[in-house]
């Protein structure tokens, strides 16, 4: 008979071999991409995420994917740069999440060639990164998901064109979000220009969508199928038109189609940048976005897109309340948006 001493060892024991296999199951890895290139130099965004798919080094110079959700992360040698895709999408088949935050400025582009990620049954993560100039004649978007989720935050999708959907589409997806993101400059041939929704329920929270063009009809901005998808729009600002069941809240709309309209937001007509990871439009000085906001619903944003902190007090007057769309701005009085600095208070 064991003395209790070793009983309680041999437990011990048990249990550590229980916790390492635990910790085994669901380890994960994070996948460093070095190279600003799309052949087999270094580590690129492509074998990263095929590192990620295939839990295994593949010998191409990153390091392996685990079972777990893998995260990808990009160099700071990397900022400013643009990944330009040669061949076909890059397809996320196991869950990941891509973040360029370390990078601030990097861009993912498709090259007017071929859209950017094609995710199939896997949950999909995007955080601070551009994805722009993705391009197909099909009805895909630059990223296009079918089954698994989608979940892009602090994201800019800018300058994508396709059939349908530039930017996004969704053709199934057990969740979807869209947070602290802008939407700009995508052109479909038609329904919709920016961002196509089925078979999938997405939630658009403080983001900013402007200047999506279709091309023969239908809406700029976003389309959620009524026979089985929905969309809800809170926080946000859509300059463009939309079509299906789509609900709203506490948003600034141009068009009634999105929802109750309010007029013109006063964004900023061109992009800037100002050191932040990722491009967006500023307010004009007297923009109503400002501290306009249900702060209820922002309150789980500690920042912007930019990464400047979230809420701050527009106006000087009635504290800090969170501005509508993708960007808090500080008090116009204090500080003009135009000389406000990344993440300044
Ligand atoms: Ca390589
Ligand atoms: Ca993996
Ligand atoms: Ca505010």
Redesign the pocket.
């Known amino acids: 008979m064991l003395k209790p001493s070793l009983v309680t060892a041999a437990v011990l024991h048990g249990l550590a071999v229980l916790g390492a296999g635990y910790v085994r199951s669901a380890r994960a890895a994070t996948l460093t991409v070095d190279s600003p290139t799309d052949d087999s130099s270094g580590c690129t965004l492509r074998e990263a995420v095929i590192s990620a798919n295939e839990n295994d080094a593949e010998g191409n110079g990153c390091a392996s994917g685990d079972p777990g959700v893998d995260t990808i992360v990009f160099d700071a040698t990397l900022s400013n740069e643009i990944i330009t895709l040669g061949g076909n999408a890059i397809s996320v088949t196991e869950d990941v999440i891509i973040e360029g935050g370390a990078a601030p400025g990097l861009a993912i582009s498709g090259g007017g060639g071929r859209i950017v990620f094609q995710g199939t049954s896997a949950s999909l993560t995007l955080r601070d990164l551009t994805i722009r100039d993705g391009y197909t004649d099909l009805a895909d978007g630059a990223v296009t998901v079918n089954g698994g989720s989608l979940h892009v935050e602090r994201v800019a999708f800018l300058d994508n064109a396709s059939y349908s959907g530039a930017a996004i589409t969704i053709l199934g997806a057990t969740s979807a979000s869209i947070v602290n993101s802008t939407i700009a400059n995508n052109t479909a041939a038609q329904l919709p220009g920016a961002v196509y929704v089925a078979n999938a329920t997405v939630s658009i929270i403080n983001s900013t969508f402007t200047g999506n063009a279709v091309q023969y009809g239908g809406p700029t901005d976003l389309f959620a199928n009524p026979g089985n998808a929905s969309a809800t729009i809170e926080n946000s600002v859509l300059t463009g038109t939309c079509l299906g069941a789509i609900t709203s809240s506490s948003s600034y709309f141009q068009d009634s189609s999105c929802g109750m309209p309010t007029g013109d937001p006063m964004l900023d007509s061109t992009l800037r940048t100002m050191g932040s990871p990722t491009p967006f439009f500023g307010l004009q000085v007297g923009s109503p976005l ?2 306009s ?1 249900n702060q209820t619903i922002c309150d789980g944003l500690a920042t912007d897109q930019r990464g400047a902190p ?5 106006d000087g007057m009635g504290g ?4 509508i769309g993708a960007i ?2 500080g008090d116009e009085n204090a500080v003009p948006v135009e000389l406000e600095r990344f993440r300044v208070d």
Request: proline letters at 0%; one cysteine or more; charged letters at 50%.
């Open positions: 400002r501290d906001g979230r809420s701050r007090d527009g800090a309340v969170c501005d808090e701005v």
